[in-house]
């Protein structure tokens, strides 16, 4: 995969029709992504899967590389529509329901094939500047929510305190889905107390 932008060479459909096939071939790659991971999501899998001419995906996705990127962005654009009313329903409690809002969080990790695109991802972004820059992209959305919360519950906190708290938060739980997965160990009632106690603490 190159490292160009995933925006570069992309066909934005002018059409409702034109969306909706783009939606579809989106379908089709994820549906791969998921089932079979990325080694297995090509051009013409995609092809195949949403029973269409290699030249259609061509069309709208001139490369792999495109291809790839618009999935992610898609597959991670509907997680922060899930995450983002967590925070802001959180911050509304008196006082804000931190733990709620945890583990509303880590139940993302209970979806095995959603876990197995984020490993996906991770691996990718090691080795494309252009997946990497959609990570970077959601990674730093998912934060914002996060120092959206604290600022919310403690205004006079600096916005330095802010970032720096909600960064370390997202690391730790999404770092946490490959320990809760079973991808690298398996769940246990001990240690996610601990993580919820430790999350929770920098958001207080």
Request: aromatic share 6%; glycine share 6%; proline share 4%.
């Given at each position: 995969?190159?490292?160009?932008?995933?925006?570069?060479?992309?066909?934005?459909?002018?059409?409702?029709?034109?969306?909706?096939r783009?939606?579809?071939?989106l379908?089709?790659?994820?549906?791969?992504?998921?089932?079979?991971?990325?080694?297995?999501l090509?051009?013409?899998?995609v092809?195949?899967?949403?029973?269409?001419?290699?030249?259609?995906v061509?069309?709208?996705f001139?490369?792999?590389?495109?291809?790839?990127?618009?999935?992610?962005?898609r597959?991670l654009d509907r997680?922060?529509d899930r995450?983002?009313?967590?925070?802001?329903?959180?911050?509304?409690?008196?006082?804000?329901?931190?733990?709620?809002?945890?583990?509303?969080?880590?139940?993302?990790?209970?979806?095995?094939?959603?876990?197995?695109?984020?490993a996906?991802?991770?691996?990718?972004?090691g080795?494309?500047?252009?997946?990497?820059?959609?990570?970077?992209?959601?990674?730093g959305?998912?934060?914002?929510?996060?120092?959206?919360?604290?600022r919310?519950?403690?205004p006079a906190?600096?916005?330095?305190?802010?970032?720096?708290?909600?960064?370390?938060?997202t690391?730790l739980i999404?770092?946490?889905?490959?320990?809760r997965?079973?991808i690298?160990?398996?769940?246990?009632?001990?240690?996610d107390?601990?993580?919820?106690?430790?999350?929770?603490?920098l958001?207080?």
């Amino acid at each position: 995969m190159s490292g160009r932008s995933p925006e570069q060479g992309k066909r934005t459909p002018t059409t409702t029709k034109g969306a909706q096939r783009r939606a579809a071939l989106l379908d089709a790659a994820e549906k791969i992504l998921f089932e079979s991971g990325y080694g297995e999501l090509t051009m013409r899998a995609v092809a195949a899967t949403a029973q269409t001419r290699l030249g259609h995906v061509q069309y709208y996705f001139p490369s792999r590389t495109d291809l790839i990127a618009a999935v992610l962005r898609r597959t991670l654009d509907r997680s922060l529509d899930r995450l983002a009313p967590l925070f802001a329903d959180a911050a509304e409690h008196t006082p804000p329901d931190t733990e709620g809002l945890i583990r509303q969080l880590l139940a993302e990790h209970d979806d095995p094939r959603l876990v197995r695109v984020y490993a996906e991802l991770w691996a990718l972004a090691g080795r494309d500047e252009a997946v990497a820059a959609v990570t970077r992209t959601f990674y730093g959305e998912y934060q914002d929510h996060v120092a959206g919360f604290l600022r919310a519950r403690n205004p006079a906190l600096p916005d330095t305190v802010c970032q720096a708290r909600a960064r370390v938060f997202t690391v730790l739980i999404e770092g946490a889905s490959l320990f809760r997965s079973g991808i690298a160990a398996h769940r246990t009632e001990e240690a996610d107390a601990e993580l919820i106690n430790t999350a929770g603490a920098l958001l207080d």
